[in-house]
Every structure is written in C-alpha cells, then in structure tokens.
C-alpha cells in the first residue's frame, strides 16, 4: 500500500492536492493500492465533497479525525426528513433562506439552524444549536452524525470546548477535549495530549511492513510524527516547491525552505525524494553533495500527466490567450491584465480568458472594470479544462514561483505556446526558448511596471513575428514526455524498487 499525507484540500485547492489527485489515478492504472491521508479540520465542508471534486475516489481518503470511527467518508446523504424526525413531539417552525434552514420551538428559548449542501435540496451538512442566544453545539453529517462540537459563553463569544466523534452506531468513538490552543484526546484505552500524538497514533495503527510506501507531500507539521512511527515501511518526500531561499545561500550554508528542512536533515530515514522536474532534480543533487556530502536517491516524477494530445477540432481562435490558476496574491493574474490591456493597442483583437477561483477574483473584476476590458478580458471561473486549451493560440503565465505548473503541462499537451518568466521550475521545463513561447527574464530590483511591460512586450512578439504553427508543434513534441503511459513507467520503476 502506497500511503500519502496531506493537510489539507479545498474547493481552490494548491497544486499539491491536484498532483496528489494526478498519482492517485497513475497508482491505480498500474494497479498500486493507496491511500491519501488528510489531517486538517473541515467545519465548513464535508471532505468527500472536495476530494471527490478532483477525482479521488471515496476508498481512496482516510481523514484522520473519522480514521478512530467505523463511520466512512462519504457524501452528505442526510436529510432535513431525519433530522425533523430526531425533534420528537416538540412543536416547530420551519423556515428557509438559501442553504439556511432554522427551526424554531413552541414554548423554548431554542432554535436550530441547518446549513445545507446547496440552496435548494435537502441535504443537511451542519446544524447549530442556539438556546437562550448562546451557540451550545454543532452537529456534523455525511449519512450519519460523524461528529459534534460543544460550546459554552465565554468573554461574550462562543467558546469551543470539545469535540465528540461518533460511530455510525451513535455511540462515541473518542474525545477531542480544548482549551484555548491546548487539545487533548481521549480514547477509552488512552490518552494523547497533542494533535501530533494522534497524528502519530493513526500511523501506528496502520501496522505499516518493509512492503508499504509511505509518501509525505507536506512535511512541516507532522513529518517528524510521520516519520518516527512509519517504521518498517519506506518513507519518500514528495518536494512540491523550490526547495530553498537563493537569497540566503552561500558557498558554505544554504537555507532550506522550512517544508523540507526537517526531510532533508533526516535524509538517513528517507528512502527517496520525488521531484517534477530533471532541473530540481540535477540542483538538489548538487546541494545535498556540496552542503552535506551526501548522494541520496533523488527521482523526477511528473505530478501531473497527459491521457492523450488535444487536437482543435476547426481551428484556434485568433489572438486569445487564457491563463489559469488559482486567483492569488502570487499568480500576479493582474499584471496579464494589464499586459493584455497595452498589447490591444498594438494587435486590435487580442483577447485573454482567466480560469479559475480564488480570493483576488473582486480586485481583478475591479480592475477589469476601471480599465474597461470586459469586451475581451473575462473571468470564465473554476471549469473542467480538458477541453478547453485547444481552442486558443497560447498560454500566459505571470506566476514568479512553480514548482511544475499542472496547467502548464495541460497546456503543452494542447499544444500552446507559453508566454512566463524565466523562474524555477515549471516554466523553465516547458518553455524552450523561442521555439514554444519565451522566458522573461526577472530579477529583484524589476517593479512590476517593468514587469507588465515585458510581458506586454512578448506577448505582441509572440502575435506579430512568432511562428505560431512551428511553436504549437514544438509544444505537442514536449508534451510527449507527459503522456500518462511514460509516467506510470517512471512509478513502476521507482515502487519495483522499494517494495
């Protein structure tokens, strides 16, 4: 069994879940058992919803807070009709808003409010209880009660004291006791005082052999836990991001990112790194020889895959261009706009397409508007792209770190040219300079309006001088690289040799 741990995922999620999502279907094509384990706490969303909303499978998730339960993850399947059916006698009304269902009781200072999966069915994912104006307690459902929290009135706010995860019985599995940032966890047979002793429990009762592979994909919290109880099993380190701080690294020291740090003074334990890219791979090779005098195994896996070439069926649209991301702070989507809104006045029906969801998506809508590019700047939201890269000319990015860059493999396989900065290391791995795109090149001491310009600049040359067809050929070429038969070879090769 491959087992593989992460915090946690979302509705957005990081490209870590997404290449997480990508393994999980190569394990399961080459026939490889796994699980990915989550460890984060959900309260607004019931974790199947997400997991299953990038393709994991349900028997594929363990969650370590229902892993103590017999309960399974699953879709919300509760309803509004057993929920009512728990009031016994008790006089209600009913009444709805949106996703919100409250009830109120004839004769009691107490009302309920039931938060639903969606606005108009009748699956209920929470319920709060709320006697005399104070919260009291929140129930949790998927097809049963996984778990409840308990408050009481504290400096005027509801205070969470505790956690009480239950069976699908009702009866209670075990405790999760608060106080403040202080937790303790009780278990008929135990009791663990830090979320990283129950962390370290879960991977003690996966009674783990010299035959299982344990895959840590975050490592900052609980990989020291992860690591101490995975014994006899192999332990790989799956390095998402670069690796290190080039600011603070010198002939004699180098600064590590605080992900790792930890993964790689441990590289005794660590049977194997991954990384997605042969230019990670050859530089950390070099660091771990010069710094510390080491050649630990270091393999260059894809986190992504192509199940095939994307052909446009009658012809690109000409000039568009289409970005996607998560809509952050550090993908810099703003500077494409802004770039796109200049090269308009050099190529009259340029166009750019913004896919994606995320916290910057009212400052860019803001910013669409004042610069009155609606006509050909749009925000197309979170979509299933497939389908959808081969009907453009290319691809930008403004992204100063990536680590690979999914949508930059989806776009290559499309055969998109790609217009980004020359940074580590997705970019770098799919942009053959002047033959499928260009690399700005970035430093510093450029301020973005520097910044904007070139991109500006570039994406005219790409329009105006650009062999387009040469370079959406050169990036089907690539693409090959990434064709999910080729990356299952590399899993083959690497599990052959752990298990």
């Known amino acids: 069994m491959i087992y593989n741990f992460n915090l946690g995922i979302g509705w957005a999620s990081s490209g870590v879940e997404y ?19 989550f460890t984060d706490m959900f309260p607004r969303d019931n974790i199947e919803h997400m997991t299953a909303n990038i393709g994991f499978l349900d028997s594929e998730i363990i969650w370590l807070y229902t892993f103590f339960t017999d309960g399974r993850i699953a ?12 009031f016994g006698n008790r006089r209600f009304s009913r009444s709805r808003e949106g996703a919100r269902v409250k009830y109120e009781f004839e004769g009691a200072n107490l009302y309920y409010m039931a938060y639903m999966v969606d606005e108009t069915g009748d699956r209920v994912h929470r319920v709060e209880m709320v006697s005399g104006g104070c919260l009291i307690r929140k129930d949790y459902f998927t097809y049963c009660r996984i778990y409840s929290e308990y408050y009481a009135p504290l400096d005027n706010q509801a205070h969470l004291y505790l956690r009480r995860f239950f069976n699908e019985d009702g009866s209670v599995a075990y405790e999760e006791i608060l106080d403040g940032d202080a937790v303790m966890y009780q278990f008929p047979d135990r009791l663990l005082c830090s979320k990283k002793e129950l962390v370290g429990y879960l991977v003690s009762r996966l009674n783990l052999t010299e035959k299982d592979v344990v895959i840590i994909d975050r490592a900052s919290d609980f990989g020291q836990i992860i690591m101490k109880n995975a014994l006899p099993a192999r332990v790989g380190i799956a390095v998402h991001a670069d690796h290190f701080n080039d600011g603070n690294t010198d002939e004699n020291n180098i600064l590590w990112n605080n992900f790792y740090e930890y993964a790689f003074s441990q590289h005794k334990h660590v049977s194997f790194y991954i990384v997605s890219t042969d230019a990670q791979n050859k530089l950390l090779r070099e660091q771990f020889q010069k710094y510390i005098g080491i050649c630990p195994q270091i393999v260059t896996i894809p986190v ?4 095939e070439l994307k052909y446009p069926e009658s012809g690109r649209k000409r000039h568009s261009l289409l970005t996607a991301s998560r809509l952050a702070g550090e993908k810099h989507v703003d500077w494409l706009v802004e770039a796109v809104v200049e090269a308009r006045k050099t190529i009259g ?27 050909y700047v749009h925000l197309k939201g979170q979509y299933k792209m497939d389908e959808v890269y081969k009907n453009y000319e290319a691809y930008v990015s403004a992204s100063t770190s990536e680590g690979f860059g999914l949508t930059l493999m989806e776009a290559i ?14 970019n770098q791995n799919f942009i053959d300079e002047g033959k499928n795109g260009y690399k700005i090149p970035i430093n510093d001491k450029m301020d973005k309006k520097e910044r904007v310009r070139k991109l500006t600049e570039c994406i005219i040359r790409l329009f105006t001088e650009a062999d387009l067809d040469g370079f959406h050929q ?12 080729e990356v299952e070879k590399k899993w083959i090769n690497l599990l052959s040799r752990m298990i």
């Open 349 to 375: 029906d340029i166009s750019l397409d913004i896919y994606g969801k995320g916290g910057e998506e009212g400052r860019l809508r803001e910013l669409i508007a004042r610069g009155k590019c609606e006509e």
């Open 474 to 485: 050169h990036s089907y070429r690539r693409a090959g690289a990434y064709l999910t038969g």
């Open 413 to 426: 396989g499309s055969g998109l040219p790609i217009v980004g900065f020359d940074v580590p290391y997705g």
């Open 19 to 37: 290449a997480q999502a990508y393994r999980a279907g190569v394990l399961r094509q080459i026939g490889q058992k796994a699980k990915f384990i």
């Open 304 to 307: 992504g895959s192509l199940d």
């Open 75 to 86: 879709p919300v399947t509760y309803t509004l009709k057993k929920l009512e059916a728990t």
